[in-house]
Structure formats: C-alpha cells, structure tokens
C-alpha cells in the first residue's frame, strides 16, 4: 500500500496532478477535470479527489507501476470503495419487464440501481447486449411521458442523476463540441466541403440549437424539432431559429416539407430517451435526400465505464430508458433497413489514471462510452 504521508494534491498552469512517494499517479487538465470528471460523475472536486485517492492509496506497489490490467482492476476496486453499492436484486421475474426493440427479453439485470437510488433499475439481455430501465417496485418499463423537459431539465434539474445540467450556461464548450462532431461526419461521408453543394440538416430534439448553430456556420440548411417549450424558446433567444413543435412521432404532420430533402438527420443524445426506437427511425426514413444519413450519438453500455463504474455510470440517468450497444444499435437500423456507413466509440473519463493509449483501445475494442453512427 502507498505511503499515505507522501501524498499530496498540486494544481499548476497546465492542470492538476496526484502525487505519491514523488511520482505522479494522476493527471488531467482543467477543462476536463471540470466539465468531464467531475461534471459527469455529477461530484464535487472534493469528492472527484477522494475517488481518485481511494483507487490509487491501495495500489501496491504504486499505481504508476501497475500493469493495464492491473490499473483497471484498481479503478473497479477503488470505485466499489468509494461509492455505497446498494445491495443486489434478488433473483426476479424477468417477464414483467418488458422486452428490447426486437422483442427479446431480459435475462440479466444491468444496475440494481441509478447511482444509489433504488426506486430504479436496469435490466437487458446479454446476447443483443441492449438494456432499458425498469421501475424498481413494479418493475414495468419507464415510459418517456414520465419526463418532464421543463426549464429546470436544461440547467439544474430538481433530480440528480437527470437532465442537462448546466446545458445554457456552457454554450461554448458544447458548441464547440457540435462542431466537432459535424466535422467528423462530413469527414466520414465524402462531403469536407459542404460549400460546393449546401447540405440539408434536420435536428432531432434539436434543444437549445448548438447543433444547428454549427451547422450555419458550415452554410447548411437547417431544421430542429423538440418537444420542449423551455428549449424552443431558448433557440430562439440565443440563435434565432425557429424550431419545429413536437417529437418524432410528428414528424409526418410537421416536416412534410421536408420528405425527401434530409442529407443528414442527427440525433444527438436522443435515441437513449425514446420507448420506440424503431417506430422513431422508420418516422424519420421518407426524410432523408437519395444518400442520406441518420448519424446517432448514444452511451454504450458495452463500455469500460460501464464496467468499472456499475451502477454509478454516469450514463445511467433517470430520463434514458435504453441503453445501447455497438451491436445492439447495429441490429435496430439494420431491422428499419439501414446500412452502416460509420461507427466509432470514444472515451475520455479514466484518461487522467490511464492515459491516451488505453483511451484508444477502447474505442478500437468499441467500449468507448460514446457511440456515434452514421447509416445510410
């Protein structure tokens, strides 16, 4: 075990760093130990450093000096030490749960709660490696009516472990990142230069507008829908865009305008909040222009977050009632006749304990916590 005594915190100009017996055995920078570490795991700094001290003080004999392997296995112990797991699921029924998009039943229960509270669970079926949460006493799948996207969901949700908390206040960064996700799919679909030929975007669950406002900036037309009043008013405030009333099941009464016009249709952190993800893609199919593309961005399930975090995934939220995989979310557009075109998986939570080469790894391996997918 690491000498406790030669211990100690140092935060410089380039970041923040973990040190024991004068070597470093964490380090991130400030933007991320932020609005990544600490943002996602929904803990303030100073609890964000007492789990990383509670996976690095027990490591024998420094955590700098174990294996992958066995850095792993210490962030999984550490994580169980740090966290109060709640007791297991005794064995259940797994008929009253209802079944994934393809009809199959659960066989295994996922998380025995969200975060701790056990009103909530997560059950799935191994061999789609696909989940969807239940309720913890009735164990009926939660419906999506059951979401309330007030104005309290997009900047400080009443509930932990919900919403989009801090979603207005951090314009930048988030538009910033729906400009890298742009380009990465232009990138990835032939069209690098969207200037020749001005692309047609449609916006699922659009929300404050980031994505949209990306894509003006690229010259492209774009439309948005949400179902939230609070979030087409902010759009319309901070971008002026006018934004489509409505879910995807309006689609056809709302968009007929744009049957066959769509070369791309994004739904960012948008699939994970649905109850009928099929019936959702086959909405949104007549949309698309001749080579289209829908491209999805989801949480895994399949990830080593996932595994090393349990229940306390930070993905695992009251208001996203199914849980993806690479597999499970290949075998949804494939049934709604769709092809892959991309499919990429990334991390970045544990990069401070385990560096960027096993961040790619991950998503070589698809267990990156994030999917993003394009299908044609």
Not at 105 to 131: M, Y
Not at 302 to 321: C, G, P, R, T
């Amino acid at each position: 075990m690491a000498n406790r005594n030669s211990a100690q915190w140092h935060e410089t100009s380039s970041g923040i760093y973990f040190v024991v017996a004068d070597a470093v055995q964490f380090f991130d920078d400030f933007d991320h130990w932020k609005n990544g570490f600490c943002r996602l795991l929904e803990i303030e700094q100073g609890q964000a450093r007492a789990l990383v001290e509670s996976i690095v003080l027990d490591a024998e004999p420094l955590f700098s000096l174990l294996s992958l392997t066995e850095k792993t296995e210490a962030i999984k112990k550490g994580v169980r030490n740090h966290f109060k797991m709640p007791p297991k699921q005794a064995k259940m029924d797994y008929r009253c749960c209802g079944t994934a998009f393809d009809g199959t039943f659960p066989d295994a229960i996922c998380a025995h709660s969200i975060s701790g509270n056990t009103d909530r669970l997560i059950v799935g079926n191994g061999q789609l490696q696909h989940g969807w949460q239940i309720d913890g006493k009735t164990f009926v799948p939660i419906k999506a009516d059951s979401v309330l996207y007030d104005e309290n969901y997009f900047e400080n949700p009443t509930a932990p472990h919900s919403g989009m908390r801090d979603y207005v206040s951090q314009e930048q960064w988030r538009l910033n990142k729906s400009r890298r996700l742009l380009r990465l799919i232009l990138s990835n679909t032939g069209s690098q230069n969207p200037h020749v030929e001005p692309k047609t975007l449609l916006d699922i669950g659009s929300g404050a507008g980031y994505v949209r406002k990306a894509a003006s900036e690229l010259q492209m037309r774009h439309f948005g829908i949400d179902s939230s009043p609070s979030a087409i008013e902010i759009c319309k405030s901070k971008f002026g865009f006018e934004t489509m009333a409505g879910n995807v099941a309006d689609l056809p009464k709302v968009a007929s305008h744009l049957e066959s016009r769509c070369d791309y249709i994004t739904l960012f952190d948008v699939i994970e909040h649905l109850d009928d993800p099929v019936a959702a893609i086959n909405n949104l199919k007549p949309l698309l222009a001749a080579g289209g593309c829908i491209v999805i961005r989801t949480p895994n399930l399949v990830s080593f977050e996932y595994d090393a975090l349990a229940d306390y995934y930070y993905s695992f939220k009251l208001d996203h009632l199914q849980y993806f995989s690479a597999n499970s979310l290949d075998k949804l557009m494939t049934m709604c006749g769709l092809t892959q075109v991309f499919l990429e998986t990334s991390s970045h939570l544990f990069k401070g304990l385990l560096g960027m080469d096993f961040i790619h790894q991950c998503g070589k391996g698809k267990i990156g916590a994030d999917i993003l997918a394009i299908y044609s």
